[in-house]
């Protein structure tokens, strides 16, 4: 039996995804499921849910809930971490702010003004969570999802380097996904091999091959057959593919244009490479639909509660790696963890998104091999970049903010010094109340 802590356990979204897989684990019969938010309504909702689901399913789990932090980690095994800080008003602003100065990007949580921003209000509140958890449940796993990974948990690892932080995401499903990958061969699924090797930076990782079943690589079928303007740039340009294409575009900014003409607002114009700027309208619909859901089910409102209908967007890895780890299992998955060698041309202490076995020995990286030089070259000028911003975060060094968005290569590709000062000023008041460390007295 194990105790399953979750941090945003409010979340409508990510939550009923979660306990899908919670009561379909037989190795997690017996567990506690512990949700820990600071929306106390949102968590009741979640509560309420998560009880339903369980006496629904006759699952053998135990839900409790609460509103402190350092309390619902006391014992825990497993901590998943999935918070937003300031919402879906803040992620707005990290769209729009930067767009005019001229940085324009597709989803702004990964690097970039706006993966810088996102950062910078997130890296404090998750700070917190791994000093409790190096004093109230030392032996735990951190897993977190919320973005930007890769700055996230460089800035976990340095703060705590004891914990064992994990940073995961739904594109690492891919390169284990066989029907997902044929399509891009135009071939049957049971022609390919998986899972792939994978090598990069959270968002902007590539798997280094795809095997046919009869030895043969499928880059040259993806390369010519391939439906996506962004594989088939990977695939010529550096000769591996991209997984998590809309945000990789986000690390080139040759890759970051629009084709309708920016007239003030970002949100939802076309841009190069058959993607769209992310909207929060359509965002807030999508959200507030599934709060509603869960509101009338938790209050015994409308249609009976059904897994089926639960919000399934995204793969969530989580649970099998945890059954993994427990089982030893030895299965091959992508995580975001500190280099060591893995990728031979890239920082030892980078964290990266690597393929890595899951057993009784804990995470163990695989070592992949060496990146294209030329690609691997612009991941380290973006490490640097997070690198910078991990320890702005936890310092509150405003030097090392600014530093932080001149090393980043989408800020600096479009805006001169003077221009970056003003921005991230403008970016910094903005958020003012969610950057505590940026303006003590």
């Not at 009561?23 to 949700?35: A, D, F």
């Not at 918070?83 to 990964?110: F, N």
């Not at 795809?210 to 088939?232: H, Y």
């Not at 084709?259 to 058959?274: S, T």
Request: glycine share 8%; hydrophobic share 45%.
């Amino acid at each position: 039996m194990s105790k399953i802590t979750i941090i945003g356990g409010g979340s409508s979204t990510f939550v009923p995804q979660l306990m899908r897989l919670f009561l379909g684990s037989e190795v997690l019969k017996g567990s506690t499921i512990t949700l820990m938010d600071v929306d106390a309504h949102r968590l009741e909702v979640m509560d309420r849910l998560c009880r339903i689901l369980v006496e629904k399913e006759g699952a053998e789990l135990k839900i409790e809930s609460t509103t402190d932090r350092r309390a619902s980690l006391v014992g825990a095994d497993y901590v998943i971490t999935a918070i937003s800080v300031g919402g879906m008003d803040a992620w707005e602003k990290d769209i729009e702010i930067p767009a005019k100065y001229g940085v324009y990007m597709v989803v702004a949580d990964s690097i970039g003004p706006g993966g810088i921003m996102r950062a910078f209000r997130h890296i404090p509140a998750l700070a917190k969570v791994v000093e409790d958890v190096s004093e109230v449940a030392p032996n735990a796993w951190v897993f977190n999802y919320t973005n930007p990974v890769s700055s996230i948990v460089t800035a976990l690892l340095r703060h705590r380097p004891a914990v064992k932080t994990v940073g995961l995401c739904s594109c690492v499903s891919i390169p284990r996904n066989a029907s997902y990958l044929s399509q891009w061969a135009q071939i049957p699924p049971e022609e390919i091999v998986t899972p792939a090797p994978m090598a990069g930076l959270n968002h902007c990782a590539f798997m280094l091959d795809v095997r046919l079943r009869s030895g043969e690589s499928a880059f040259p079928l993806m390369a010519e057959r391939a439906n996506n303007a962004v594989i088939r740039w990977g695939l010529q340009t550096y000769g591996v593919l991209p997984y998590c294409w809309s945000h990789v575009t986000e690390f080139f900014p040759m890759l970051s244009q629009l084709v309708e003409p920016y007239q003030g607002r970002l949100q939802g114009l076309e841009m190069k490479y058959d993607l769209h700027v992310h909207g929060m309208e359509r965002e807030r619909a999508r959200v507030c639909k599934w709060e509603k859901l869960a509101e009338d089910w938790a209050a015994g409102v409308g249609e009976p509660v059904s897994l089926n209908v639960l919000p399934g967007a995204e793969a969530i890895e989580v649970v099998e790696i945890i059954e993994s780890l427990r089982t030893n299992r030895n299965e091959l998955f992508g995580v975001n963890v500190l280099n060591r060698g893995a990728i031979p041309n890239l920082p030892d202490d980078a964290v990266v998104e690597v393929t890595s076995v899951a057993g009784a020995y804990g995470l163990l990286s695989v070592q992949v091999g060496a990146l294209p030089e030329p690609l691997a070259a612009t991941l380290r000028g973006h490490i640097a970049a997070q690198q910078l911003t991990a320890a702005a975060a936890l310092s509150g060094d405003r030097k090392l903010a600014l530093q932080a968005f001149v090393q980043d290569p989408q800020t600096q590709a479009r805006l001169d010094r003077d221009d970056i000062v003003k921005m991230m000023d403008e970016l910094f008041e903005a958020h003012r109340r969610d950057l505590p460390q940026f303006f003590a007295d």
